[in-house]
């Protein structure tokens, strides 16, 4: 049963990267919103392909954040800085498979169980073009909600303490202190839990539906399975792909689908023809078929009448004999031998070409991003410079563009964070070097399968002598 790694982002709505969370609550639910503490307003009424909007809230909450604009206007209210964190988003695709009312109860549920029921406000939106990718936004909010309804603090000063409890002076007169927060919803750890659980709660909505299909929220690598996960074409080049246009995404996941369907059509063979030769391998010497037998019956295989299969059959005849003789397979023991040592080259080779492919995956998006980023950065600061007056009608019809600015500056941000250093070139350079590498790994794995064709030969040979041994007993009849 097929396993589908299922991508869900999370990510901060911040201030100080230009955001709000009335527009980001605006342009999500396709609604028109004034944000109070700016005073810009936010009109997506026009935005297509929203099909579902609604906020749920904790038993505590004030029932008055069930409208929209009360709901994210108190939290632009309450954070004062210019820097605040106004909301977290999570999104997560939606099963084709599920009806929308299935879909909808699979969202409601997920967002009950791990958020509304922590504390937190959600407000989420269903968005569906009819291009084949329905996802779901959810926006939460990152301040807890005092038991009266009014908003908690999100961090709390407590004082560090000596091996006897004690507080640590400072020297200064004080006492040494750290903040903490009041809440775990911004523990590193909740991101994999979120995940999990929506790979959960999905898999069970499509069990219930009757369908086969699972996900899981873990990358093809981190479930231990070695295959190559293709990319996102995201919803422009999935249209391009159905109207017949070939694009750089779609290209890459062809020659993807190519070597997972190489990678197992060999692990297939050497499966079968390692058990095979093992079998064959551990019987008595004397019932072994010896290599010269199966030589000459596998020349009988299949006697073709053209000229084409005739030489197609030479081809295959030499090549048998060229592996054997390159290998000085005399025996069934020294074949097994050699399959066995293929089995474990196709395993080291299987291993290069994986990574190759999902570092070359890696360092792409990278590039892409980067592009992505330089192509919108004279828009943004465009921005920087429009008066405040004409800002959201700029920003209303630049809205893509910027998105897309904010989506690539965040991510390359977050890679700087993370230690590694914006080289595009290096990235390019790399993608040249592992591309190269990967073609002359696929060469190799491309000529291991020829070899197993010849020795599938040889397989069939056997098989025809065991079932001519087996007629010409049942011929004799039982022995008196």
Request: aromatic share 6%; with cysteine; hydrophobic share 35%.
């Amino acid at each position: 049963m097929p396993i589908d790694f299922c991508h869900i982002p999370v990510s901060i709505i911040k201030r100080s990267e230009g955001r709000s969370a009335v527009a980001a609550a605006a342009y999500r639910s396709g609604t028109k919103l004034t944000n109070e503490w700016d005073g810009l307003t936010h009109d997506y009424t026009r935005k297509g392909g929203v099909v579902h909007a609604e906020i749920m809230l904790p038993a505590h909450a004030p029932p008055e954040f069930a409208d929209r604009s009360t709901l994210w206007n108190s939290v632009e209210q309450i954070e004062k800085a210019r820097d605040s964190q106004l909301a977290r988003e999570i999104e997560a695709a939606l099963p084709r498979e599920l009806s929308r009312e299935q879909q909808l109860a699979l969202v409601r549920a997920y967002v009950k169980d791990n958020f509304v029921d922590k504390g937190m406000c959600a407000d989420f939106a269903i968005h569906d073009k009819g291009t084949g990718n329905p996802h779901v936004h959810i926006m939460l909010t990152v301040r807890p909600l005092k038991e009266n309804g009014a908003w908690g603090a999100k961090c709390r000063k407590a004082y560090d303490l000596d091996e006897n409890g004690q507080r640590i002076p400072d020297g200064k007169g004080g006492w040494k202190n750290h903040r903490e927060d009041t809440t775990d919803w911004n523990d590193k750890g909740n991101v994999e839990i979120w995940r999990a659980a929506w790979a959960a709660c999905t898999n069970r909505a499509l069990e219930a539906a009757g369908q086969p299909a699972l996900v899981d929220h873990r990358s093809y690598e981190r479930q231990g399975i070695d295959k190559i996960p293709s990319v996102h074409l995201g919803p422009a080049a999935s249209q391009m792909e159905k109207r017949g246009i070939r694009t750089d995404k779609g290209e890459v996941n062809r020659q993807i689908a190519a070597d997972n369907k190489l990678l197992k059509e060999i692990k297939a063979r050497i499966t079968r023809l390692y058990n095979w030769s093992k079998a064959e391998a551990e019987k008595p010497e004397g019932q072994q078929p010896s290599m010269m037998d199966l030589w000459e019956a596998q020349q009988q295989l299949k006697r073709p009448d053209t000229r084409t299969g005739k030489i197609r059959a030479l081809q295959e005849s030499a090549a048998l004999f060229s592996f054997m003789q390159a290998n000085e397979i005399k025996t069934m023991q020294q074949l097994h031998d050699k399959i066995s040592d293929m089995n474990s080259s196709y395993y080291d080779l299987r291993g290069k070409i994986v990574q190759a492919e999902r570092r070359i995956a890696t360092l792409t998006e990278r590039g892409e991003m980067w592009a992505q980023y330089n192509k919108y950065k004279p828009i943004r600061k465009q921005l920087a410079k429009v008066k405040p007056e004409k800002r959201e009608l700029f920003e209303q019809r630049y809205s893509r563009e910027l998105i897309l600015y904010d989506a690539a500056a965040r991510y390359l941000k977050e890679l700087k964070d993370s230690g590694e250093e914006i080289t595009p070139k290096a990235w390019q350079r790399e993608i040249d070097l592992l591309t190269a590498q990967k073609q002359v790994d696929t060469i190799d794995m491309k000529a291991m399968r020829e070899e197993l064709k010849a020795v599938e030969r040889l397989r069939k040979a056997a098989d025809q002598l065991a079932r001519q041994g087996q007629d010409k007993s049942h011929a004799r009849g039982p022995e008196r």
